[in-house]
């Protein structure tokens, strides 16, 4: 096998674009079985046929001369739906999250990211609601709203990145990767679904951790409902003053709590607070103004982004570290990592200090020449 070739990068890379083997083939003009060869590291393909695969598959030509990446699996990723996910879509998100361990081990390598704290219960030591108590109890939350998933969970360790434009109709996904847990969100949907799909990836790496892999209906069942727990504490609602609550009052309402309309009625009636009547005819009520599938606020919430990215990206600019250095070392287009991080940008700085020791900020530490 030619040493300047990793096969398994050709097989990743044609994962992550979603192309079928039979299709790339064909479009840079070989037999797939002289593809299927070349995944094999049978023997490699020429520079010419290396220039018409990055060119296809997204990437640089360097992408394939470099070392394997470590993949995640189908049986270590919380994955929704999964039995009507494509194939195709499936491995295309699991590449995504495998690029993201990759810039987060980047990252970790210069800067000193928050540490994991993220507790992973032992399977059916408690129920949903009871966890999600004790996880507000654990990191001293009260019943307070929780201002912003995004940086809260952050703050305790976790890995969040986003998904490609081309995975819009993938839902958030989250895994446990050497000990720390990673998410990536949707950044498509409406700010408060988006904040539900991160409480929901918690409830799997809380309650089942990286044991308890592929979910199925009731593993999301438990997610949804630990999401709605943590989100809108028992406490909290019961005394929000919200008993047959109005549609125009659960309106006025969702935004104490920064959720959905349709899952502070689901929560509502969840805990008694409207009746089974009120609650059909809020549900009803809510399609017909566009709640079903969207917020269609007149002043809608603002969308939450990386803290911890938009941080360090701001110290590696001061050390003159742009996209362009941090893909390169990746062996990655610019445009691939700006998919990952929210569509934060990173700009060269002139001047960067290149003194030597270590400069903190904003509770990260830059390491020079790490």
């Not at 912003?148 to 998904?163: C, D, K, P, T, Y």
């Not at 005394?239 to 109005?246: K, M, V």
């Not at 070392?329 to 030597?356: K, M, R």
């Amino acid at each position: 096998m030619i040493t300047d070739f990793t096969p398994e990068r050709l097989v990743f890379a044609r994962s992550r674009a979603g192309i079928t083997r039979t299709a790339l083939a064909k479009v840079i003009g070989v037999s797939p079985r002289t593809l299927a060869n070349y995944e094999k590291g049978e023997f490699a393909p020429s520079d010419e046929t290396i220039g018409r695969l990055a060119l296809e598959l997204g990437v640089p030509e360097v992408f394939f001369s470099a070392p394997p990446i470590s993949e995640v699996g189908t049986g270590e990723v919380h994955f929704r739906a999964l039995t009507k996910m494509s194939a195709t879509k499936r491995d295309s998100a699991l590449a995504s999250g495998s690029i993201a361990i990759e810039l987060s081990n980047w990252l970790d390598e210069k800067l000193h990211l928050p540490a994991a704290d993220v507790p992973a219960y032992e399977r059916g030591s408690d129920d949903p609601e009871t966890t999600a108590q004790r996880l507000r109890l654990e990191w001293e939350m009260g019943y307070s709203k929780v201002r912003n998933v995004i940086h809260l969970l952050e703050a305790h360790g976790v890995r969040i990145f986003s998904l490609p434009e081309h995975l819009v109709d993938v839902d958030a996904f989250s895994f446990w990767w050497d000990g720390t847990p990673y998410m990536l969100l949707n950044t498509r949907k409406s700010p408060e679904r988006g904040r539900f799909d991160a409480a929901h990836e918690l409830g799997h790496l809380v309650m089942h951790g990286a044991y308890d892999v592929p979910s199925g209906r009731e593993r999301e069942w438990e997610a949804n409902r630990f999401a709605a727990a943590w989100l809108m504490p028992e406490a909290d609602v019961l005394a929000s003053g919200l008993r047959n609550a109005s549609v125009e009052r659960i309106l006025e309402a969702k935004t104490r709590w920064g959720v959905s309309a349709m899952a502070l009625t689901h929560r509502l009636h969840e805990l008694g607070v409207i009746s089974d009547w009120s609650y059909t005819s809020a549900c009803r009520r809510l399609t017909q103004l566009g709640y079903r599938g969207g917020e269609p606020d007149k002043k809608p919430s603002p969308r939450e982004s990386s803290q911890v990215l938009e941080k360090a990206f701001a110290l590696l600019r001061q050390h003159g570290l742009s996209a362009t250095t941090i893909a390169r070392d990746l062996s990655i287009h610019p445009e691939a990592l700006h998919e990952l991080v929210f569509g934060l940008v990173l700009t060269p700085v002139a001047g960067g200090n290149s003194g030597s020791g270590r400069r903190e900020a904003a509770g990260l530490t830059v390491i020079q020449g790490g």
